[in-house]
C-alpha cells in the first residue's frame, strides 16, 4: 500500500509562489514499478483538472493555463516530488492533489489547499 502526503498549500497573494511536496510512503520513485506522477487540482464547484505530471523518461506535460509559472519535479532519493508554482493567480485557487501510478494501480494524496488572494 502506498501513501502519498501532500503539504506546502498556503494562502498567498496574486504574483506569489509556493512550493508543494508530495512524500510516498516506501522507495516507489527509486523503482521500475512507477509510471506516472502528477499533480491535479480541484477549485469549488469545477472538476479535477490535470495540472502537471512525469511520466516514463522524465518527460514533463502540463496544462495550457500553468505553462512558463508551474514546474514538476521529482526527487527519487527523497521519494518526493514538487510543484513549484510561480506568478499566482486568483484562478490557481484549488486543492491541489498528487497521483502516482505505481504497478497497476493509481494512488492519492489527501490534498492540500492553495489559495490566491489579495
Known amino acids: 500500500q502506498v501513501q502519498l502526503v501532500e503539504s506546502g498549500g498556503d494562502l498567498v497573494q496574486p504574483g506569489g509562489s509556493l512550493r508543494l511536496s508530495c512524500a510516498a510512503s516506501?522507495?516507489?520513485?527509486?523503482?521500475?514499478?512507477?509510471?506516472?506522477s502528477r499533480w491535479y487540482r480541484q477549485a469549488p464547484g469545477k472538476e479535477r483538472e490535470l495540472v502537471a505530471a512525469?511520466?516514463?523518461?522524465?518527460?514533463?506535460n502540463y496544462a495550457d493555463s500553468v505553462k512558463g509559472r508551474f514546474t514538476i519535479s521529482r526527487d527519487n532519493a527523497k521519494n518526493s516530488m514538487y510543484l513549484q508554482m510561480n506568478s499566482l493567480k486568483p484562478e490557481d485557487t484549488a486543492v491541489y492533489y498528487c497521483?502516482?501510478?505505481?504497478?497497476?494501480?493509481?494512488?492519492w494524496g489527501q490534498g492540500t489547499q492553495v489559495t490566491v488572494s489579495s
Open positions: 497521483n502516482v501510478l505505481y504497478g497497476l494501480r493509481e494512488y
Open positions: 516506501g522507495s516507489i520513485f527509486r523503482t521500475k514499478g512507477i509510471g506516472w
Open positions: 512525469i511520466i516514463r523518461g522524465g518527460v514533463t
